[in-house]
């Protein structure tokens, strides 16, 4: 079964704003609505969410940086 996170849970998750989920939603990242303890809430779930976090994930220049970092070390200890 498929786990479901609202927006505070899923920024959590991924160590992003609440306000970067809800623009991911705006970017088409589907979601749905889930009634909790009489309240309805937008969710949406772990596996999509991760997906989306891991394609924005390698566009972040920082993580960029760092993976340009790590290739240049192994090139350096494989030329040795």
Same mark, same amino acid.
């Given at each position: 079964?498929?786990?479901? /996170?609202?927006?505070?849970?899923?920024?959590?998750?991924?160590?992003?704003?609440? !306000?970067?989920?809800?623009?991911? !939603?705006?970017?088409?990242?589907?979601?749905?609505?889930?009634?909790? #303890?009489?309240?309805?809430?937008?969710?949406?779930?772990? #596996?999509?969410?991760?997906?989306?976090?891991?394609?924005?994930?390698?566009?972040?220049?920082?993580?960029?940086?760092? /993976? !340009?970092?790590?290739?240049?070390?192994?090139?350096?200890?494989?030329?040795?």
């Amino acid at each position: 079964m498929a786990k479901y /996170l609202t927006y505070r849970e899923a920024a959590t998750r991924t160590r992003r704003s609440i !306000r970067t989920i809800n623009r991911w !939603r705006r970017g088409g990242m589907p979601m749905e609505w889930q009634k909790r #303890d009489g309240q309805r809430f937008r969710v949406v779930r772990e #596996d999509i969410l991760l997906k989306w976090w891991r394609e924005r994930l390698t566009a972040w220049p920082t993580h960029q940086y760092r /993976l !340009r970092k790590v290739r240049i070390e192994a090139d350096t200890r494989h030329a040795e």
